[in-house]
């Protein structure tokens, strides 16, 4: 495999000034023990696990009594957000070997704990599993509305970057101290995400080569752009035009209904939309978009999953990305370690097709294979 170019050297410079730029004092990278969660904080209906459950394991008789647990806080920054909680599952018996890890990331208003029934799947298959709360969730909401406050809190004070941004530092500061433990082999450890999960581990790799392979679910997009120069390099206004910005507004309406009456305006239209992620995520729908994100990762394996019919993730949105993707792997010559999947009839769900895909991926790359970090 070759180096990286020099898109990717000033990608990851430009990304790390902005993730700097809002940040608070850094802090030693120390992990402190803590306790499980008892009754984890759920910021909406608790989604099914059904697919999650259906993740390959190791037939093994009372798998919870050969599991270790870890709870720890790991310190990435000095405001109060800057205490990350993790949840750590891996086998009890002694390895000579140190181990693939795997960083599994939570969608919106979820947390850590709905994740383990992923994390005992892959643990029980000689995996060190992680799963963390992002900002706001889990552990670090102090109420169910702490999500939505802190997207808010940003529009109108710019001082903190809680959608994707501000999680993707914990990643970085996250790869350093797993990279350092004696039981992780610091050459394999992936990370994986569901929808907001997705959106993190897509840009956690595109940040981080530590992050040898990746999986988002139903998370990558092309976020709209209405820059006109960048629209004719990206070859089109398709998010625009087509009005495909609108189901991933949704998502988060409080934040742009917000944003709307502070600008005056009856209805949230395109502009609101563009001036929300530039204030709260300077460059996602610019420099940092999926055009320029995605092929920065290559040659490190990629696998995208997403639904066919997934109205957060339109597939016309995702024409160009892929072609740049594609093309950047083709020049680092790894065409084979990039993947695109759409499943048909799929909207905005994981489902057991997509768990499977992402298990023989991360099995193909950080067991049977090997991976180089650049």
């Known amino acids: ?9 000033d990608f990851r410079s430009e990304f790390l000034r902005v993730l700097r730029s809002r940040r608070s004092p850094e802090v030693p990278l120390v992990a402190e023990c803590s306790k499980p969660v ?56 002694k390895s000579e070997e140190r181990r693939p890890a795997i ?43 702490a999500y939505r406050d802190a997207l808010i809190s940003s529009w109108k004070n710019g001082d903190t970057m809680p959608f994707i941004f501000d999680t993707v530092w914990d990643l970085i500061k996250l790869a350093e101290h797993l990279t350092q433990r004696e039981d992780i082999d610091p050459k394999r450890i992936g990370i994986t995400g569901i929808s907001l999960g997705g959106m993190h581990a897509w840009f956690a790799a595109a940040a981080d080569t530590r ?3 990746t999986v988002p679910l139903i998370g990558v997009q092309k976020t709209i752009q209405v820059n006109e120069m960048l629209n004719v390099e ?30 005056g305006k009856s209805e949230i239209d395109k502009e609101v939309v563009e001036k929300v992620w530039n204030r709260i995520a300077p460059g996602l729908a610019s420099q940092f978009d999926s055009p320029y994100s995605l092929p920065v990762t290559a ?28 093309k950047a792997y083709e020049e680092t010559a790894s065409p084979g370690n990039f993947k695109f999947v759409a499943e048909d009839g799929v909207g905005h769900e994981v489902t057991s097709f997509m768990i499977k895909e992402t298990s023989d991926w991360f099995d193909k790359f950080l067991k049977q294979g090997s991976v180089t970090s650049y």
């Not at 495999?1 to 050297?9: C, L, Q, R």
């Not at 093994?60 to 405001?79: F, G, Q, R, S, Y």
């Not at 992680?130 to 109420?143: F, N, P, Q, V």
Request: glycine share 6%; aromatic share 8%; with cysteine.
């Open 234 to 263: 990206q070859g089109f206004r398709w998010a625009i035009e087509n009005d495909e910005w609108e189901a991933r507004v949704n998502s988060i309406k409080p934040l742009f209904e917000e944003a709307r009456i502070d600008m």
């Open 38 to 93: 008892e009754d984890p904080v759920f910021q909406n209906d608790v989604p099914s696990t059904e697919a999650l459950e259906s993740c390959p394991k190791e037939n093994i008789n009372d798998l919870k009594e050969v599991l270790k647990e870890e709870n720890l806080h790991l310190h990435t920054e000095a405001a109060e957000q800057g205490r990350l909680p993790l949840l750590i599952l891996s086998l009890k018996e």
């Open 299 to 326: 040659p490190r394996p990629l696998y995208l999953l997403n639904g066919a019919k997934d109205p957060r993730c339109p597939l016309g949105g995702l024409v160009v990305p892929l072609e740049k993707a594609q």
């Open 211 to 213: 992050y040898s392979v």
């Open 1 to 9: 495999m070759e180096t990286p170019t020099n898109e990717a050297v």
């Open 103 to 145: 960083v599994f990331m939570h969608g919106t208003n979820t947390n850590k704990e709905w994740l383990r029934p992923w994390l005992e799947a892959y643990a029980s298959r000689g995996y060190v599993a992680i799963g963390l709360d992002s900002r706001y969730h889990g552990e670090r909401a102090h109420s169910k509305t």
